[in-house]
């Protein structure tokens, strides 16, 4: 008659590890790839405009800005294009910086300088995209004349 050895019961049994962090890395990847796609329709759009309709580089100055930010349609479309970017950018800056930074108060200075790099360019660039002044009071009147009435 054979003996049979029963195999000991594990000291702890094996539990699932609940992640804080939810799906925020899936929806991070989703977001990189969808506003990936938007993006290049808008930079695409901006070239277009910018360099193929009219002149192309050699008009770009005061004037052209002004009159191009003088339509909603191109303010709009420049702001989404610099926050769809900034935000594009920074987070996959911040996948870097968790990817690379082996300790973690490293990795918090990293990301807490980012996020100030990030809030300053886009408060400064939405003010200036909605803060532009066309006709600025101290300007030369030659800069003016194409688009300022007096």
């Not at 989703?30 to 808008?42: D, E, P, T």
């Not at 005061?62 to 594009?88: C, E, N, R, T, Y």
């Not at 300790?103 to 100030?116: A, E, I, S």
Request: net charge positive; with cysteine.
């Amino acid at each position: 008659m054979s003996t049979q050895t029963a195999i000991p019961t594990p000291r702890s049994p094996y539990a699932r590890r609940r992640t804080t962090r939810g799906n925020y890395e899936l929806y991070s990847w989703v977001f990189m790839r969808a506003s990936g796609v938007v993006l290049v329709v808008l930079i695409f759009g901006h070239l277009w405009m910018n360099l193929m309709v009219g002149d192309g580089v050699h008009a770009i100055d005061f004037g052209f800005v002004a009159g191009k930010w003088a339509s909603p349609l191109w303010q709009v479309w420049d702001l989404l294009m610099l926050w769809l970017a900034m935000i594009h950018g920074t987070n996959g800056v911040r996948t870097i910086i968790n990817d690379y930074a082996q300790r973690d108060v490293t990795r918090g200075v990293l990301k807490g300088l980012l996020y100030l790099a990030f809030t300053i360019t886009v408060v400064l660039g939405t003010l200036v995209i909605f803060t532009f002044d066309p006709c600025p009071p101290d300007a030369p009147a030659e800069l003016l004349a194409s688009f300022c009435t007096a």
